[in-house]
């Protein structure tokens, strides 16, 4: 019959309609999630290799500072004029490193005379002395006055080092160069608000942490050094999506592309077939009544029925769910933090989410504003974030 026509099209319809939006739901969701999952990782790469450049500032410095110590000067004076014991010197220059590195996250610290001989080691090989290092380019700039960073590996472990050059009490030449260092650790995990681990050639670092865990997103930052293939590792676990997200994701994931291939292609077939049998159907008819047709009714239209072509919108993209744009401002707050120097200890995502609703509960509530703009300033040498009330 002529109306269980009407169905099939209009089921093949609502089929083809339904296979369309999915197809375009399903390359809606994977944009967005990859999108927003870009943008992050450019903003964890940029705080990892900004806190990296930091540390190794923090390190040089510590070893300048170090440097300068007037005991140390004075056993390279008494070295190079042979007034004393070379093993009771050493000791000497032990005792004396050791009380330097008290109360400093140090793990490393050598005395280099001007030739490039260790006269003294704390923290690994403390036994060996006498060995020359002057191949090593980080001690023969040093040796020439330069001060820098690099990487450096003793026992099996790994450091981050700096060195510094000591002159003599007339400052007319330099007299020996001071190397000290720290192992690499988890400890800048601390600094950074996420889990690190560090990883050479392939291969973690097991004195550095755990690695990540399945289903992680990984980040890995190169650390420059003599030490080549060393990386730093920081991972995240996947945060909670935007409803929005979650309901894009949950439907693309129950719509494979091969049913929706197969779906599209037979709700074309059902379309064509239901469409043929309305026009054999209406051409059936229109002969049976047309000699019975009254006169005083107006003629059928001659032109064939044409039905609209079924066409599929979407929707305009909605504004960013709020939970990115705090994602967003955690990221800048945390690189502004780290620009000032701060810790970042006890800061998480979810506190910082429940920090900035809860300002913006109690400045509405107090002023009596439609809406609350919060961004990221540095002020006093201190990253804050600042209220503007809407009115």
Not at 339 to 346: H, K, T, V, Y
Not at 350 to 373: A, H, P, S, W
Request: aromatic share 6%; proline share 5%.
């Amino acid at each position: 019959m002529w109306w269980t026509r009407l169905w099939l099209v209009k089921l093949s319809l609502l089929l083809l309609a339904l296979m369309v939006g999915g197809v375009l739901l399903w390359r809606d969701a994977e944009r967005e999630m990859a999108e927003q999952r870009d943008s992050l990782l450019v903003k964890a790469r940029q705080t990892a290799e900004l806190v990296l450049r930091i540390e190794a500032e923090q390190l040089i410095e510590q070893a300048t500072v170090l440097a300068g110590d007037t005991t140390l000067t004075g056993s390279l004076e008494e070295q190079q004029r042979g007034l004393a014991e070379p093993e009771l010197l050493r000791l000497s220059i032990q005792k004396r490193l050791r009380k330097l590195l008290e109360h400093r996250e140090l793990g490393l610290a050598m005395l280099v005379d001007r030739d490039g001989v260790v006269l003294s080691r704390v923290g690994v090989s403390e036994a060996r002395h006498g060995d020359s290092v002057a191949g090593w380019q980080l001690v023969q700039l040093g040796l020439r006055g330069y001060r820098l960073d690099d990487l450096y590996e003793e026992e099996g472990r790994l450091y981050e080092v700096a060195v510094a050059p000591l002159t003599t009490p007339s400052h007319d030449r330099y007299a020996g160069a001071l190397v000290i260092g720290r192992p690499l650790d988890a400890r800048l995990g601390t600094t950074l608000g996420v889990e690190v681990a560090w990883r050479r050639a392939g291969q973690l670092v097991t004195s550095a942490g755990a690695g990540p865990p399945p289903g992680a997103t990984v980040l890995s930052v190169r650390r420059p050094g003599s030490v080549e293939g060393v990386e730093l590792l920081s991972w995240q676990m996947p945060q909670a999506l935007s409803l929005r997200a979650r309901l894009l994701r949950s439907a693309a994931n129950g719509l494979p592309s091969r049913p929706l291939l197969w779906g599209g292609l037979v709700s074309v077939l059902l379309l064509g077939v239901g469409f043929g049998l309305l026009a054999i159907d209406r051409v059936r008819l229109d002969k049976q009544h047309q000699a019975s047709i009254a006169p005083m009714l107006l003629p059928l239209p001659a032109d064939p029925v044409v039905f609209p072509e079924p066409t599929v919108t979407t929707a305009p993209a909605a504004d960013p769910a709020p939970t990115d744009d705090l994602a967003h401002m955690y990221a800048d707050f945390v690189a502004a933090k780290v620009r000032c120097g701060e810790s970042l200890g006890g800061l998480s995502f979810e506190t910082f989410c429940d920090e900035i609703l809860g300002g913006k509960q109690d400045i509405t509530r107090d002023q009596g504003c439609r809406d609350v703009y919060f961004r990221v300033q540095v002020k006093d040498g201190r990253a804050t974030l600042r209220a503007t009330p809407v009115w």
